[in-house]
């Protein structure tokens, strides 16, 4: 079912810069979305409508099927059940402390304050981050700050999270648990839609894909099916996903089979490599047994 | 990021509340100030400082820190007063040692006490408090804003200017000069891009013009307040009595 849908939608840069061309695309519910394109081809300026920030130039944007309005009550309405993070969490985090930055949001959805108060503290269970309610921002990693910018919007609880480059510039450990948080609230039926250029944390992560550049959607479909057309992707400035390669490699080489899936991620392609390993070591200690039987009949 | 504010936030008595440390300090401050110095003035001292150092656990090394520059003022204050020069030339003035100890007394007694202040409580509560007091909601909002994002604009010059240098932009006076000119005209725009970034931010989770949050303040405890009125009671006497 779709709940969020864009079309036809253009909008230019006072200055004349065309940053979104004549865009469609359709946010279904329940879904993981990522918008997968080079950088400076529109992206944040795509989240900044779909949140009713930016007012485009032709088109419109449609929840549950109704045109939004730019009016006052119209925006607090829409951004009620959309939620968006930036990529810079500094621009987001704004109080004295975590707690008091993750309240702003329930306390302008009208919350008495023991509802707001449970709201916090559930979505910073939910981004692990309980310990660091009372640090004032500035004293957390660049990591933390995310993860408390993600926590001010899903305190909000919204039915759609935009997601601006959600794990740029974050460490390994810190983009794993990120997207452990992730993974929990789509678990609880928040429907995700996140920027990246990075097409493996997007092939792993993301259920469908929309490819985007020059201010439009090349292509919007299963990340499978998007991110194994090499020519859509080099279209679109990218290379496809280092694990998708590697399994369609081992699917025509008969490693796996056409109804084995294929791997995700770093764990799956290492599995793979296992099998590999194994079916090697097997077959040259089966040649050598032969090797030894015949030997023996020469004998 | 400064350390008196990493004390004031990571310190054992950061979750007391608000009005016990205020009146603790403030009220010490009072006395020490109303009071002659011998010994109010020393009571004060032999109070406060175990307090930030023992009670609130402030590390000597970030106390003394911050107690450098005030004693070297004091210090160079007390000059004056303990010195006289007249034709004879330099010589000690009369009367002099008894009022600069006094000062001196006075001046380190008031500075434990905001010390102590400044050191166990986050200027965000200290805002906070003054809000509750009757400062006006725009200026409580304000001044929250300009104290998160001092910091902000602190790393962001502090990384621009280590850029300069790393391209030898410091190199003699001259250039030296020009680098910042360039510094503070670049940080202007960027701070107003800033602002407007986080606008956008605000505004994506329903802000509506004001800046309500919820605070989990510290509850007072009554048992701690009677024991700070018991020991301020105590002082007042001891400098009364023993003056």
Redesign the interface.
């Known amino acids: 079912m779709t709940l969020l849908e864009a079309r036809a939608l253009s909008y230019a840069y006072p200055g004349g810069i065309t940053a979104l061309d004549g865009l469609d695309l359709t946010i279904a519910r329940g879904r993981r979305l990522a918008i997968l394109g080079p950088n400076g081809a529109g992206k944040t300026t795509l989240l900044l409508h779909l949140n009713g920030t930016l007012n485009p130039s032709a088109g419109r944007v449609l929840l549950d099927g109704t045109a939004t309005g730019h009016s006052r009550a119209a925006l607090a309405a829409w951004r009620r059940r959309v939620g968006l993070v930036l990529q810079d969490a500094d621009d987001q985090l704004f109080a004295a402390s975590v707690f008091e930055d993750v309240s702003f949001g329930p306390l302008n959805l009208g919350l008495s304050d023991a509802q707001a108060t449970e709201r916090i503290d559930q979505a910073l269970a939910a981004l692990g981050i309980a310990d660091l309610a009372e640090r004032p921002p500035h004293l957390l990693s660049f990591g933390q700050k995310k993860r408390v910018a993600i926590a001010g919007a899903v305190a909000m609880r919204p039915e759609i999270l935009l997601l601006d480059e959600p794990t740029a510039g974050l460490d390994h450990h810190g983009a794993l648990h990120l997207l452990a948080a992730l993974e929990r609230l789509a678990a609880e039926g928040t429907t995700l839609v996140f920027t990246s250029h990075d097409v493996d944390l997007a092939y792993g992560f993301a259920d469908e894909i929309a490819l985007f550049d020059q201010g439009r959607v090349l292509a919007q479909g299963p990340a499978a099916t998007i991110l194994a057309d090499a020519a859509l992707l080099k279209a679109a400035r990218l290379a496809p996903p280092l694990a998708l390669s590697i399994g369609l490699k081992a699917r025509a080489a008969g490693l796996l089979t056409e109804s084995d899936p294929l791997p995700r991620g770093k764990a799956e392609i290492l599995a793979l490599v296992d099998r590999l390993i194994a079916g090697i070591s097997s077959s040259s200690s089966g040649q050598s047994a032969a090797t030894r039987d015949h030997s023996r009949e020469i004998v | 990021?400064s350390p008196i504010?990493?004390a004031a936030?990571l310190n054992r008595w950061?979750?007391r509340s608000l009005a016990e440390k205020a009146v603790l300090a403030l009220g010490m401050l009072a006395l020490a100030v109303i009071l002659p110095p011998f010994p109010t003035a020393l009571v004060v001292v032999v109070v406060m400082v175990p307090a930030t150092l023992a009670g609130a656990r402030v590390p000597l090394k970030v106390w003394l820190g911050c107690a450098a520059a005030p004693l070297g003022f004091l210090l160079m204050g007390t000059m004056p007063i303990l010195l006289r020069l007249d034709a004879t030339g330099l010589g000690p003035a009369p009367g002099g040692p008894a009022l600069a100890a006094g000062l001196a007394a006075r001046a380190i007694a008031a500075l434990s006490c905001l010390l102590f202040l400044a050191l166990t409580t986050?200027a965000?509560?200290l805002i906070?408090g003054l809000r509750r007091l009757g400062l006006p909601a725009e200026i409580a909002e304000l001044a929250?804003?300009i104290?998160?994002f001092l910091?902000?604009l602190g790393d962001t010059a502090l990384a621009m200017d280590a850029a300069q240098a790393a391209r030898l932009g410091h190199v003699g006076l001259g250039r030296r000069l020009r680098s910042l000119g360039l510094l503070i005209a670049t940080l202007l725009p960027r701070a107003l891009e800033?602002a407007r970034?986080?606008e956008?931010?605000?505004?994506?989770?329903?802000?509506?013009g004001e800046?309500?949050?919820?605070?989990?303040r510290a509850a007072l405890s009554p048992s701690a307040l009677a024991l700070v009125l018991a020991l301020e009671a105590a002082t007042a006497s001891a400098g009364i009595w023993l003056s």
Request: with cysteine; net charge positive.
């Open positions: 990021m504010d990493r936030h950061r979750h986050p965000c509560d906070g929250l804003l104290y998160r910091f902000l800033r970034r986080l956008i931010g605000l505004a994506a989770r329903g802000w509506d800046m309500r949050v919820l605070s989990r």
